[in-house]
């Protein structure tokens, strides 16, 4: 069905994998085209209720093919680009309702990086490198990193990041904020696995709407964040799982969520 990324869905976790080894899994036009329908069918299959992205082989990914980006003209339209492209797979990632999580290993780089920002959590292995790579070759970060990073490592950490380009390794990204774990890399998938099923299996409206209400939050005023709030309580307090969470607390016993 795919010739560039690989999916799988194992109960409520479905895995995507970028699947260009050869070539780091930098992102060419077909990937674009096969991600963003990946996407789509674990946004959409109501049995999904959280989604892994993973690369295959030695990288996670190191961003954009130069090479396919150039190919057609010396000069493109690299906003043209960016519109059909990482513009819309960053925007598909951060509307799915549901917890997406980065397994992430080797290099990250360039928009590699900002797709693995557009990630909900982001579990890193030793072996993770990280950089905003776009300064050295002449551009200005893309594929929401300028939404992301700040958000994540401050004002400061980020202008540093994008203006230097000098790479991190996974201790220093997970002091700083920029991922949420580092394991040893032998237990990344086990890791990341275990955090899938755990988000699989909880209250899948209620973490929808966590997404949700914190992306909202840096763009809205406090009356803003309330309403968000109270129209999302709303439906949450009309889900199986809320009636399900308050009966196990008070029969003291761990809830069974369904997601619904």
């Given at each position: ?10 109960g409520g ?7 260009r ?12 085209e096969?991600f ?21 082989g ?12 150039t190919?057609?003209e010396?000069?493109?339209d690299?906003?043209?680009?960016l ?14 309702r ?13 928009a590699?990086?900002?797709?693995a ?10 072996s993770?490198?990280f ?19 700040p ?14 380009g000098?790479e991190?390794?996974?201790?220093e990204a997970?002091?700083i ?5 580092v ?7 086990a ?19 966590i997404?949700?209400?914190l992306y ?23 889900t199986?799982?809320f ?17 619904r």
């Open positions: 069905m795919y010739e560039t990324v690989l999916f799988d869905r194992d976790v479905a895995t995507i994998t970028l699947n080894p050869e070539a780091l899994n930098s992102f060419n036009r077909k990937l674009h096969e963003y329908v990946a996407l789509d069918r674990a946004a959409e299959d109501e049995g999904v209720r959280c989604v892994v992205l993973r690369g295959s030695r990288a996670f990914s190191t961003g954009a093919d130069l090479r396919s980006v190919e057609v010396e000069s493109p690299l906003g043209s680009y519109r059909e492209t990482y513009s819309r797979l960053v925007a598909r990632m951060a509307a799915i549901k917890p997406v999580v980065g397994a992430l290993h080797g290099p990250v780089y360039g590699g990086l900002g797709i920002l557009a990630c909900d959590l982001r579990v890193a292995a030793e993770a490198r950089s905003m790579a776009f300064v050295r070759i002449g551009l200005m970060p893309d594929a929401g990193s300028s939404f992301f990073l958000r994540l490592v401050g004002l400061g950490r980020a202008m540093e990041l994008a203006m230097l000098e991190l390794d996974a201790g997970r002091r904020g920029l991922v949420n774990r394991v040893p890399d032998g237990e990344l998938e890791t990341v696995q275990e955090l899938a099923a755990r988000l699989a299996g909880g209250p899948t409206v209620a973490l929808g709407w997404k949700e209400s909202r939050s840096f763009e809205s005023d406090l009356s803003t964040a309330l309403e968000t709030e109270a129209a999302g309580q709303t439906v949450c307090g009309r199986e799982d009636r399900e969470g308050v009966a196990a607390f008070l029969e003291k016993r761990r809830p069974r969520y369904a997601g």
